[in-house]
């Protein structure tokens, strides 16, 4: 048997009779709370967000990838790191040696 669904009881303004609504509706931004929530994030926290997703999404893509294909692709990338290591130090060690201009 099907039940007829109850529909919620609408708050309505004493004075005009009309369904209460936020402030943001009279004003005509009646915008959804994820969508405040987005707004109120500064760039810099939007662009954070961005590289977690794309970082999530490149995770999946290299989960699905075959195993030969997914051990070089590891194997690559500890390859890399091992060489921007590498780099960070001896220009650690450049900055040490130069002496400060004046």
Request: glycine share 2%; hydrophobic share 35%.
């Amino acid at each position: 048997m099907i039940r007829p669904t109850q529909k919620a009881e609408q708050v309505t303004e004493p004075q005009t009779g009309r369904p209460a609504q936020s402030c943001e509706a009279w004003l005509g931004r009646n915008r959804s709370d994820k969508r405040r929530l987005w707004e109120r994030l500064n760039p810099r926290h939007r662009r954070d967000l961005r590289l977690l997703a794309e970082a999530l999404a490149l995770q999946q893509t290299h989960a699905r990838l075959p195993e030969q294909v997914r051990i070089r692709l590891d194997a690559a990338l500890a390859e890399l790191e091992r060489v921007v290591r590498r780099i960070a130090t001896i220009l650690m060690e450049v900055a040490r040696r130069t002496p400060p201009p004046g």
